[in-house]
């Protein structure tokens, strides 16, 4: 019986398998947050530091902090995380603006979930600066002694970098606006200032334990 000889038909380009790479924008921002965990490892490290060598310190001026004050700023806080989420969520989708009414939060886009999550920013940083004031009434200073070198320098670095997660929020925002078609790219940008926001969170959440409750 003759043989019958098969030739492999060459694949097509549109069969090829997709190559999926991962997007340089968000990998970029990954490996900066990794630089900001070393930093903010190096300020716990100072306040630790600090707080080692100064004996009785420490516990005597925490008792000027105002824990549930700082506690409520805490919440207002990590609440903000999950409407920049809701944000990015939306922006996934492609939604820039909300589809329904004010209040029918479901339809809210990534616009109205990122205005609301610079508002719960901004009052963040207000009473922040509040508790400052406070506590400079009290004679806690930045050069009053090592306790209040290391509050300050922990938690005036951080509010820096909530300031400028309330900038990039304002840019985002405004090249939603700018652009005719809410495309991927913009997207990108936002779940980009989610990564950020998350991070700035997640290191407030240790600072709160450290200065407040760790006395």
């Not at 700082?70 to 609440?79: D, E, F, Q, V």
């Not at 990534?110 to 009052?123: H, K, P, Q, R, S």
């Not at 900038?167 to 990564?195: D, N, P, Q, W």
């Amino acid at each position: 019986m003759a043989s019958v000889s098969t030739t492999a038909l060459p694949t097509s380009p549109s069969s090829a398998p997709l190559i999926r790479r991962p997007n340089s924008v968000a990998v970029g921002t990954i490996v900066w947050l990794g630089s900001e965990v070393m930093f903010f490892a190096g300020l716990f490290a100072i306040y630790f530091t600090l707080r080692s060598m100064s004996g009785d310190l420490f516990a005597t001026e925490a008792e000027k902090l105002n824990v549930v004050f700082a506690t409520i700023n805490t919440l207002i806080l990590l609440s903000s995380s999950f409407t920049c989420q809701a944000g990015a969520n939306a922006a996934e989708h492609h939604q820039a603006r909300r589809t329904g009414g004010i209040f029918e939060f479901a339809k809210w886009g990534m616009i109205e979930w990122f205005y609301l999550t610079y508002v719960l920013g901004a009052i963040f940083v207000t009473l922040q600066v509040f508790e400052y004031l406070e506590l400079i009434h009290h004679g806690v200073t930045l050069s009053s002694n090592s306790y209040g070198s290391a509050f300050y320098i922990t938690t005036g670095f951080h509010g820096l970098h909530v300031t400028g997660g309330l900038f990039a929020f304002l840019f985002v925002i405004g090249r939603a606006y700018a652009v005719k078609r809410f495309a991927r790219k913009e997207a990108t940008s936002a779940h980009v200032i989610s990564y950020y926001w998350h991070f700035v969170d997640v290191v407030w959440i240790g600072l709160y334990l450290v200065i407040y409750w760790l006395k």
